[in-house]
Nanobody, 125 residues
Framework: QLQLVESGGSLVQPGGSLRLSCAAS????????IGWFRQAPGKEREGVSCISTGGGTTNYLDSVKGRFTISRDNAKNAVYLHMNRLKPEDTAVYYC??????????????????WGQGTQVTVSS
């Protein structure tokens, strides 16, 4: 059973930066596409950024393009989300999720089988 644990969420001022980490407990981490999703209170979950097994293909939500960068280190079973120039509308619980390699870097949530517990990101002055 693949387990995912997110970390790095915090309270940050607008314009600030955070790095979220997703650690996976599996020896076959490189078989999985990984996605970052978020859900704000009263809103539907949305795909923020997703990355293919080798990291060669990435996908971003339009509102975070140019501000967020996804990366992965398969040797460490980890995926990262570097978030810069944060805005109050980025406030949400952020989840990482894993899906079979065939999906490439799709950010369709229903394709993801394994989910972490989430980490809170709050952007506020």
């Amino acid at each position: 059973q693949l387990q995912l644990v997110e970390s790095g969420g915090s309270l940050v001022q607008p314009g600030g930066s955070l790095r979220l980490s997703c650690a996976a407990s599996t020896f076959t981490f490189n078989y999985y596409a990984i996605g970052w999703f978020r859900q704000a209170p009263g809103k539907e979950r949305e795909g923020v950024s997703c990355i293919s097994t080798g990291g060669g293909t990435t996908n971003y939500l339009d509102s975070v393009k140019g501000r967020f960068t996804i990366s992965r280190d398969n040797a460490k079973n980890a995926v990262y989300l570097h978030m810069n120039r944060l805005k109050p509308e980025d406030t949400a619980v952020y989840y990482c999720a894993a899906a079979p390699f065939q999906i490439q870097a799709s950010c369709v949530a229903s394709l993801y089988n394994y989910w972490g517990q989430g980490t809170q990101v709050t952007v506020s002055s």
